[in-house]
């Protein structure tokens, strides 16, 4: 291979042809092997050549079943690919097919409906933007489709806050930086140092509703969240959406509360994005009580950094249904997707392939595939590496491996990975997103992951490289020891 880049069906058709190649040098190699035979002059007295041929003979053998098998496993990597992408594409037409009677909405505005970001905006007109030195939320970030849904939930007041985003260097937001990450400067190729970019959140319009979702069966983080609410209320007028078990704890503790909203069932949860502008996240033992009011204040009413977290997308496709089109939606993975053996006493036994290439087999106790963000968190106990979140990759990790060479990988953003439990496997998996919604993978059973381009984004503290190697000293206690006494021995 040459290694150019080409469409799709020019890749299958390579490693095809490649797999063809291998097969033909096999057989050459074999029929070699068999006309050097009748040239070696084999007595019956002579044992050592008697066991020569009969090595021959198994080499080519075995050349020929390697062969074979490689292109096998080619041609299958090839056609799954081929499934994947004819997914994607049925998916995207059947959305925009259901959204075309929407006359208000380019399409533009239509792809990105799909998105579900935490932070987006009401649909405004294009020309209204100003376009100078950042990206405005009404470019990238789209709220509903105009004149639909007008029988929403009455409880709600007003449009989402509009925002828009910068790019900031070390953390101040001069607007002098290209916005390019890749630059072509006479004639040679340069990168634009989006490492030192910090992106900045500014809001155009101030945020009206704010979402708190809270870590059960904690004391110090409800007091907390009782705090934080009265206070957002009593200061900024900001309406409050509570998680239903929050909601009945803080009215049963105190009536001053019936202002705060819930949903009843799974449908109205699924259309808060398009109603709350900012979500606030109390976990730990809540001991940050005397910062909150200085930190809400600077996100609601200053520009702010954020760090965009990346998700990965994963598809289970059975072995039944492996040659029909897939019509559920993708699970999206803010941390990892862990494949293991579950309640089996046999080792997991799975095949992996990068894109059309295949990768390894895991036999093991499972597999963790990891966002850079999850990197912390069970794809370090199990010996990887901690990667900072705005890094774009996906992690590849064993869980316990039966092998002394099986390390960990980083693998760009762009590659597709399946995993797949083989058809000879002794066992099944269980695959489980972000630690729930397991599902059991049989022989013949595939996970598809990819990143989503819808990533979460989060406020920074400080910026993204100062939050990172804060919580990873704080939390982790990263390289703490002893420092090394001054009364050692001369030099």
Not at 111 to 116: I, K, V
Not at 215 to 226: I, R
Request: proline share 4%.
């Amino acid at each position: 291979m040459d290694g150019r880049r080409v469409d799709s069906d020019g890749r299958i058709n390579l490693s095809v042809a490649t797999s063809d190649q291998s097969f033909d040098d096999s057989m050459e190699s074999e029929r070699a092997a068999y006309a050097f035979l009748p040239q070696t002059p084999i007595r019956s007295t002579d044992a050592h050549l008697v066991e020569f041929s009969e090595a021959m003979r198994a080499v080519a053998k075995t050349l020929r079943q390697v062969a074979e098998g490689k292109a096998a496993a080619q041609a299958e990597a090839a056609e799954w690919k081929r499934k994947y992408e004819l997914e994607k594409a049925t998916k995207a037409h059947k959305h925009l097919s259901v959204t075309k009677g929407c006359s208000n909405c380019d399409k533009g505005k239509l792809e990105d409906l799909a998105s579900r970001l935490t932070l987006e905006t009401t649909s405004v007109d294009l020309a209204s933007c100003c376009g100078n030195h950042g990206i405005c939320s009404h470019q990238i970030l789209q709220d509903e489709c105009p004149e639909t849904n007008k029988n929403s939930d009455d409880k709600i007041v007003g449009r989402k806050a509009q925002f828009k985003l910068s790019w900031g260097y070390n953390g101040d937001s001069n607007g002098q930086h290209k916005h390019d990450f890749v630059s072509f400067e006479k004639g040679d190729i340069t990168t634009a140092e989006r490492s030192n970019k910090q992106i900045l959140l500014k809001w155009e319009s101030p945020p009206q509703t704010v979402l708190f979702v809270t870590k059960p069966n904690s004391n110090s983080v409800h007091a907390l969240c009782a705090e934080m609410v009265r206070w957002l209320k009593e200061n900024n007028n900001i309406n409050i959406f509570v998680e239903p078990r929050v909601s009945k704890e803080l009215v049963t503790e105190d009536s001053y509360f019936n202002f705060i909203q819930t949903w009843d069932n799974d449908e109205e949860m699924k259309t808060l994005h398009t109603k709350i502008d900012l979500v606030v996240t109390l976990g730990g033992d809540g001991t940050v009580l005397w910062l909150y009011r200085e930190c809400l204040d600077h996100v609601l009413k200053r520009p702010f950094g954020i760090t965009l977290r990346s998700r990965l997308q994963c598809h289970v496709i059975c072995d039944s249904a492996k040659n029909e089109v897939e019509t559920e939606e993708p699970i999206l993975v803010l941390n990892e997707v862990t494949i293991d053996r579950g309640m089996s006493s046999y080792l997991t036994y799975l095949e992996c392939y990068c894109d059309s290439s295949f990768v390894t087999r895991v036999q093991g106790d499972g597999l963790i595939i990891s966002t850079t963000s999850g990197s912390t968190a069970y794809s370090l106990a199990a010996g990887g590496s901690m990667v900072h979140p705005q890094v774009p990759g996906i992690l590849f990790t064993p869980i316990c491996p039966h092998s002394l060479s099986f390390r960990p990988l980083i693998l760009p953003e762009y590659v597709t990975l399946r995993v797949q439990v083989p058809i000879n496997s002794r066992g099944q998996a269980w695959a489980s997103f972000d630690g729930k919604g397991r599902k059991q993978l049989g022989p013949g059973d595939a996970l598809l992951c990819s990143i989503s381009p819808w990533p979460v984004p989060t406020a920074c503290l400080v910026d993204s490289t100062t939050d990172f190697l804060r919580s990873i000293h704080e939390g982790l206690h990263w390289n703490l020891r002893k420092s090394q006494s001054f009364d050692g021995p001369a030099a």
